[in-house]
């Protein structure tokens, strides 16, 4: 019986069991989407990969940015950038000179394999190569093809290379965050390329469900630009419905208060109080009645008079430490927070006990940490199988599994085709 149960968690799958991934991106956007694509997939031990990376033999740009990197078992092994290892798991590399007809062959025979195929080239470029997708649908109509660009591939910007730093200024993210007072300033990650990642998850996934009825692969198109526009969301609404232009309002929020950080004695806490009973809490637990008066009765006063009433409030929770107000907070019926840095994050006990730090066993490095998955499902669950590969750690295998055999493979090599 315990062998039975054994067998049945193992032999458990992920919801995209099955679905092969052709991974021809690199840096973020699109290593994202694959990556969450490759968390979804089978849970068989020792299966093989259902999504395969493509790279460059000099490989991915990211593997190069740092520090931090790796330190290596080996000292002859190559360091890898905490950057890669991020968003490459469940994974295999294979290296491939898209300079080379062979290459290109073999690229063509992985596209008529998988079921999905994720690329972010400038428009066009994969098109010169005969891998674009009017080419690779000839060969494999149930493909879904998705292209991340940064601007889409038609319209005045569409030859312009995209990256998050621009797309945030030039869409409006970096107008509407900072000071009120300061300077307009970039988000803390590069939020427009994960955005943009996950609408093309997204994409891919409900294009993979209209092809479980017709039958047929379709070309998606995702851009960081229209990403960034649509995220806006309740501001860009405000402006197209209200012609409000937006400003700058730091970590308040424009139409409550207090919802905002407040200084505490050795640092920042978080709270909001969305509604008035929540604000007569908030005000009897900080020790000023004083402030449930006239002036600040309802929300749409609270907002008119913020400037006094936040500076007062202010006067108040500086007069104790950040753990002194988690404690007395505690249970009021108030939301708050701490203001955590990145070591704090990982240390929350809610971040523990939802297993969002994962160990794996990398092939160079040993053990290393990595997020783990936001999502938990009750039967298909996803999981990490792999760790964020090697440079062409798989490529001979994933030949293999094509059918090549070893000569033909050491010849690729002799001829700087992998």
């Known amino acids: 019986m315990k062998f039975l149960r054994l067998a049945k968690r193992y032999q458990s799958t992920g919801p995209l069991n099955g679905i092969k991934v052709l991974d021809l991106t690199r840096v973020l956007a699109g290593p994202y989407c694959s990556m969450m694509l490759g968390d979804l997939g089978c849970l068989f031990v020792n299966s093989s990969a259902d999504v395969i990376k493509v790279e460059h033999p000099s490989g991915d740009d990211t593997r190069k940015w740092g520090p931090p990197y790796t330190k290596p078992i080996n000292p002859k092994d190559e360091p890898e950038s905490a950057y890669f290892l991020g968003v490459n798991r469940n994974k295999k590399s294979i290296t491939i000179n898209f300079k080379t007809e062979q290459g290109l062959e073999i690229v063509k025979k992985l596209a008529q394999n998988s079921d999905v195929l994720i690329e972010n080239y400038l428009p066009g470029k994969l098109d010169r190569l005969g891998l674009g997708y009017d080419e690779l649908k000839k060969i494999n109509p149930k493909l879904i093809y998705c292209s991340i660009t940064g601007y889409g591939p038609t319209g005045p910007y569409s030859k312009r290379p995209g990256y998050d730093v621009i797309i945030e200024a030039e869409a409006g993210m970096m107008h509407i965050t900072g000071e009120p007072d300061g300077q307009p300033v ?29 039958g047929k692969g379709q070309k998606i198109d995702v851009s960081l630009l229209e990403s960034q526009v649509a995220t806006l969301a309740n501001i860009g609404s405000s402006y197209l419905i209200g012609g409000v232009e937006a400003k700058r309002w730091g970590t308040m929020h424009p139409s409550i208060v207090p919802y905002q950080s407040f200084p505490t004695k050795d640092g920042q806490i978080v709270v909001g109080a969305g509604n008035d009973s929540q604000y007569i809490k908030f005000c009897n637990t900080i020790k000023r009645k004083d402030l449930i008066s006239e002036q600040h009765k309802t929300n749409a006063l609270r907002v008119k008079n913020r400037k006094v009433l936040t500076a007062e409030i202010s006067k108040s929770t500086r007069l104790k430490s ?74 001979a295998q994933v030949l293999q599994e094509l059918g090549f055999d070893n000569d033909e493979i050491q010849s690729f090599k002799d001829s700087n085709v992998i």
Not at 186 to 214: F, H, P, W
Request: aromatic share 6%.
């Open 186 to 214: 970039k988000v803390g990650v590069a939020v427009i390329d994960l955005t943009t990642g996950l609408y093309a998850k997204g994409a891919i996934l409900a294009a993979l469900y209209a092809r479980s009825s017709n």
């Open 322 to 395: 950040t753990k002194e107000w988690l404690q007395l907070f505690k249970n009021s019926g108030i939301p708050f927070g701490p203001v955590n840095n990145i070591q704090q994050t990982f240390e929350h006990p809610q971040v523990v006990h939802r297993e969002m730090i994962q160990t794996v066993k990398h092939a160079t490095a040993g053990d290393i940490k990595l997020t783990g998955i936001p999502v938990k499902y009750s039967e298909t669950k996803p999981s990490i199988r792999l760790p964020p590969p090697v440079l062409g750690e798989h490529t």
